[in-house]
């Protein structure tokens, strides 16, 4: 039971549900030394609640009516997520000063209009000199995010109609207004946010105790939710 501000009141239930494995696979000797990792992860998440709103009525310095704001009546709404995972890395040493690491991930998100989402996944490490002291790094990687409950539930959320007045307090000067939740995507279906990754890094040990590194990393983010105020209907 969560109580928010004396004009709202939420009643939630959630659950979470998860289980991951992952098998490490003995060293494998094939053009250089391979360390194999396989794994899957299942996530379900349930939501299942109501929200209410008491109708709000503000005034001004001179207690004169400002607006009124009425809400729809309560709504019960619901929403159930899994989530499947599958992956798969290898880490490769192709000789002692150079390595890789290349990797996979399959996700499947019931909440998403999208049957499957990929994301590769590949770094590396390069040790340039024969003292061992320096390092170069560096990778990229595509990652899928998740859909968040209360983006599935949005719509269910009470419609606000609002009324503004004059200075008497009595003339309507607009409205009255009904704000309502809609998804604003091209087809109204979700699909999983994203981002691409990239980094690349130079490590210098110059002295014992004493480090030098630069580097340098980016990402971009694609399909992010966010609330954007649009024009009442």
């Known amino acids: 039971q969560n109580s928010g501000t004396f004009f709202e009141q939420q009643d939630r239930r959630t659950r979470l549900y998860q289980w991951s494995q992952a098998l490490h696979l003995r060293p494998l000797q094939s053009v250089g030394r391979h360390l194999l990792t396989f794994g899957y992860s299942y996530v379900r998440s349930s939501y299942r609640g109501s929200i209410s709103?008491?109708?709000?009525?503000?005034?001004?310095?001179?207690?004169?009516?400002?607006?009124?704001?009425?809400?729809d009546g309560a709504l019960n709404s619901k929403a159930t997520s899994n989530e499947v995972a599958l992956f798969v890395q290898d880490n490769w040493q192709i000789y002692p000063r150079l390595s890789l690491d290349l990797g996979a991930r399959l996700d499947r998100n019931s909440l998403s209009a999208e049957t499957l989402n990929v994301s590769p996944r590949f770094g590396f490490v390069y040790v340039p000199t024969r003292d061992n002291r320096s390092a170069i790094r560096g990778g990229f990687g595509v990652f899928f995010d998740k859909i968040p409950i209360n983006v599935a539930i949005f719509r269910d959320i009470p419609a606000q109609t609002i009324t503004r007045y004059s200075d008497d307090g009595n003339t309507i000067v607009s409205g009255p207004v009904t704000y309502t939740h809609v998804m604003s995507t091209m087809d109204g279906a979700l699909r999983v946010p994203y981002s691409l990754g990239w980094s690349l890094q130079f490590d210098r040990e110059l002295r014992p105790g004493l480090l030098l590194r630069l580097g340098y990393e980016g990402r971009e983010v694609f399909r992010e939710f966010y609330v954007d105020p649009a024009d009442a209907v």
């Open 53 to 71: 709103n008491q109708p709000l009525r503000v005034l001004r310095e001179d207690r004169t009516l400002s607006n009124t704001i009425a809400y």
